[in-house]
């Protein structure tokens, strides 16, 4: 358990954290490169973790250096993993390695923990098997553990959901290049969350590999590109940045933070334009952002381009005047927890007044009351509500060490800015 004190108007400037999701990307494209790759300022955190240890059973050499991994990639050559891997709640790592296990000799099976063997992944399964890849759900409920025969994948055209989550595509994408044929990805619905696309591609072209993309509907990855190895820097985290940022919202302080790229392909940088129609100044140069909270006004908002900053806008919304409307939000039902009705829950038991449906919340602020709130085992449901207690006397944290997931010093930090 984890007590929040009160603050007053947080006046500080920090660092944020690097991306989780640069992270994880960078690292299987590296161990796809043929010859060493350093990854400059990555993010470690179990997520992470799982990936590099994932990797390390596939034959790829990752060292620890400083400030940076340095990854020794095999060209696309990897060897069949001997044991069953273990991937814990890390929701990337799964999807990613999805495919990943196709390129590999041999049958490889994936599997989790908690609640990572309930959230889906027959969109991505589905889409192996249109390429002859025999991949499928071992209990037979679209749900991991999952299992892989490799040996290749033939490519060609499939057809994929867009509507429940784009790791599905990026996953797809990540290993395209190293498919036998050109490889055209044809997005059935609309494609939640873009910009996670958009930083795949991103990454991708910094290594050297080309996509077309056709307007999100249509992605095409010609057969024969190459990872080349590279010197990469990872980006610092807008997701993790909008607990500060809201801090400084809702407080009423002044936030300064360093390392963010104002033109980032994350979606979560958005956050920055949320918090300015809600009321609140902000500056932006290069590598620095200032804002300065005012008094909050309630807003009507779609964030299907940034789903991992909802939490942190809906706890945000509590100190608001007026009703905020969040929609575009139907894929949070399948995160590390159902966050819509984890949402509804703890607001509600907090004092606020929450209406829910399959997509979107309403927030009406309220009278509030000192309350413990469960976490569900989700990062970011502990991050955000801890912002809650920056204003709400009594406000205690259960199971504060699930942050470690992409966030392992967060309440260090957050004791650090208002201490």
Request: charged share 20%; hydrophobic share 40%; with cysteine.
């Amino acid at each position: 358990m984890k007590k929040i004190n009160p603050a007053g108007k947080i006046v500080a400037t920090l660092d944020c954290p690097a991306s989780k999701s640069y992270t994880n990307r960078a690292l299987l494209i590296a161990a796809l490169a043929d010859g060493v790759s350093i990854l400059r300022n990555p993010l470690l955190s179990d997520d992470t973790k799982y990936m590099h240890l994932a990797l390390e059973q596939f034959g790829i050499s990752i060292k620890q250096e400083d400030r940076a991994l340095v990854v020794s990639g095999t060209g696309g050559l990897m060897k069949c993993p001997h044991n069953e891997i273990s991937i814990g709640l890390a929701g990337t790592t799964m999807r990613f390695l999805t495919t990943f296990c196709a390129l590999s000799p041999g049958t490889t099976k994936l599997t989790g923990e908690g609640r990572m063997l309930e959230r889906p992944i027959s969109d991505l399964l589905d889409a192996l098997n249109q390429m002859g890849v025999n991949a499928h759900s071992v209990k037979n409920n679209g749900c991991p553990p999952v299992e892989i025969i490799g040996g290749g994948v033939s490519g060609g055209q499939i057809e994929l959901a867009g509507g429940k989550s784009s790791q599905y595509l990026t996953s797809l994408l990540l290993c395209a290049p190293y498919f036998k044929s050109d490889t055209t990805i044809n997005i059935i619905g609309d494609l939640t969350s873009k910009s996670y696309a958009d930083i795949t591609l991103e990454i991708m072209g910094a290594f050297g590999v080309t996509v077309d993309n056709k307007s999100y509907t249509q992605f095409r990855v010609s057969a024969g590109q190459t990872y080349c190895a590279t010197n990469y820097s990872v980006e610092a985290d807008w997701s993790s940045a909008s607990y500060f940022l809201a801090a400084a919202a809702i407080t009423q302080g002044e936030v300064t933070l360093t390392g963010l790229n104002p033109d980032s392909a994350q979606g979560d940088a958005g956050f920055l334009n949320v918090l300015e129609r809600m009321g609140c100044v902000v500056e932006r140069a290069f590598k620095k952002i200032f804002i300065k909270g005012n008094p909050l006004r309630g807003i009507d908002i779609n964030m299907n381009n940034m789903p991992d900053v909802v939490q942190t806008l809906a706890v945000t919304a509590l100190f608001a005047k007026g009703e905020t409307c969040i929609s575009g939000i139907g894929n949070l039902k399948i995160k590390e927890t159902d966050r819509i009705e984890a949402l509804k829950r703890e607001l509600s038991r907090l004092g606020a007044r929450v209406e829910a449906g399959e997509d979107f919340l309403k927030i009406h602020p309220g009278t509030y009351v000192p309350t413990d709130i469960e976490t569900y085992n989700d990062h970011r449901m502990a991050m955000s509500f801890a912002l809650a207690g920056l204003k709400i006397p009594g406000v205690r944290i259960k199971n504060p060490s699930c942050v470690e997931k992409s966030f392992p010093d967060f309440f260090e930090q957050l004791e650090a800015i208002y201490g």
